[in-house]
């Protein structure tokens, strides 16, 4: 008999049997299903079968998350339905049919920008650390700024401007080289067509306002003119001229013979789409970024403007967990551009707030719950340096009310920044050190606005859960586990080896990490098992104790299953979303069955292949069976060396 034959069953009736299904694959720890219907599928029933540890909804994709043995399960399952997997690219493809077109869009948004944030954020500071010294009159009574009076200061706000120029005004760049990522196309030519976007042959695009039409050069053809102005800062513009290069190189692919491919795509494909960039797209593109950027300032400017602001202070929370926050980045690179500056970014920083300010509460609710603590504190503290997953999807949208709390101290937060006028210079800065791309004119108003954020968060969340969180809740208490009334030698003997202690050791060398900070909503909320994180600093994962491989992804070559001699099982997992690079970067040591010692080496990854593909290198590091162990430590927040620092004690 199948080992899962009564859970297949079960799954395949409740998700609406067979006709519902779409395409079905698998990753390391989830079946992915693409669903016809998906109302049809019984979410909560689904939940009950023995096998399954939760389900979720993302990207078009049901997923149904069931651990270490899923290819074993998804196996059964195909055979049982009588049904074939298809590749995880081909689930993603027929995901997209799930997806409206609004969907599609904020999600391809989404992708194009992720790669881009790192140097947003890093941007945002920069020219917020560019604010405090030359912009705050902090000396001589309030007349002068730091570099007013330093030579050092004023060589070093000089020099921090070619960063900040770089990111900021060579956006197109990153832009271009996103999307022909995103596509699959030739990289380096996306880079160049953005470079040509911001030639400095060209008349910089922040001055074409204040030059007469007279004085714009233009190339002469003879039979036409094309003004050569380039689109610095430019976002739509960008995004256009990106996506008409990828169609024309996948369209000269499919026609050009394999044997001249090399030489006539290349040329046939940036030659026009420069030329369609600058004649055609780009001045589209200028003109519908401008319209954007005018209705939602007028939106921000008009009589209805706090109206506008309770709104979007209420919503943006829940937008984040729906991934349609990504198009507030366009929106907001648009109106710095286009203004000098942007009140939506302000929002935002305070939405982060005040989602945090909620956690912070739940902390001092929780404050005798250990386990809720390792969630709570580092959820918190990510959330006040502008990352809210692990805080939305680890604690708030858990319990429900946090969340709401965090929406209302968000909104009034929100308010107040709009209707003192607080406006950013940069975007990318977010959370609390959101305050150093503000305008040092609206440091106090923004201060005001982030005071609103913490306190009525924090004071609304400890109020309602005061009164909803359960003792069991608030208190871990201690499990004692009281054997049976059974006086045989053996079976005690067996019982003490069975939760003997076992050390683990770090699986490589870096930084470890507490789960919550995962950027994977199934391991950050301990959906999978307890466990933790490491930030690598090498490329390589060994085994953190004596074990046999009882699972691999052979074709991802991403992550490994562990099984120790007590029964406990681990799961080793490199980077989040890695699966979708299908091996590429990734050599493995060891296969199923296998037997490792301590350190042995597991996995060989390239970081920058990770990095390149735009995903974490975030290794997960989970007790996916605790085998009787009930009490696990995982020592976060450390640097280690494989082989050598313990990372974990089970009893």
Known sequence: MAKYQQDVQTLLEKIGGKGNIQAVSHCMTRMR??????????????????????????AGQYQVIIGNDVANFYQEFTKFAGIEGVSKDAVKSAAKTNQNPLQRIMGALGEIFAPIIPALICGGLVLGFRNIIGEVNLLNGGTQSLTDVSQFWAGLYSFLWLIGEAIFHFLPVGITWSITKKMGTTQILGIVLGLTLISPQLLNGFSVATTAAADIPVW??????????????QVVAAILAGFVLVYLEKFFKKICPEVISMVVVPFCALVP????????????????????????????????????????GLLYAPVVMTGLHHMTN????????????????????LSNIAQGSAVLAMSFLQKRNERAQQVNIPACISCY??????????????YGFPLVCGMIGSACGAVISIGTGVTAISIGVGGL???????????????????AAIVVPFVLTFIVGSRKLVPEERVMESVTVTPAADTSAPAAVETTAATASVTLKAVCDGRTLPLAQVPDNVFSQGIMGEGMAFEPSGDTIYAPADAKVSVVMEDSRHACGLALADGT?????????????????????????DMVRAGDKLITFSPGKIAAAGHPKTTVFIVTEPAGHTDMKFFTDIDVTHGETAVAELS
Not at 33 to 58: C, H, M, N, R, Y
Not at 220 to 233: L, R, S, T
Not at 335 to 349: E, F, K, R
């Open 330 to 349: 366009a929106i907001d690179s648009q109106l710095v551009n286009t203004y000098g500056g942007t009140n939506l970014w302000p929002m935002i920083a």
């Open 273 to 312: 789409a420069v030329l369609i960039a600058h004649t055609i797209v780009g001045p589209i593109g200028w003109k519908i970024g401008d319209f954007i950027a005018n209705i939602v300032n007028m939106g921000l400017a008009s009589n209805f403007k706090l109206v506008f602001a309770a709104l979007f």
């Open 433 to 451: 050190p959101g305050t150093l791309s503000i305008y040092p004119e609206y440091w106090i108003n923004f201060l005001l606005a982030m005071a």
């Open 569 to 593: 099982e681990l799961l080793i997992h490199i980077g989040i979303d890695t699966v979708d690079m299908k091996g590429d970067g990734f050599t493995l040591f060891v296969h199923e069955g």
């Open 220 to 233: 002469d053809f003879g039979f036409a003119q094309v003004q050569m102005i380039g689109y610095q800062g």
């Open 33 to 58: 299903f693409v669903l016809v219907d998906p109302k049809k599928a019984d979410e909560k029933a689904i939940e009950q079968i023995p096998s399954v540890k939760g389900t979720f909804t993302q």
């Open 385 to 398: 340096l502008g990352v809210t997953e692990p805080a939305l999807f680890g604690v708030n949208l858990k």
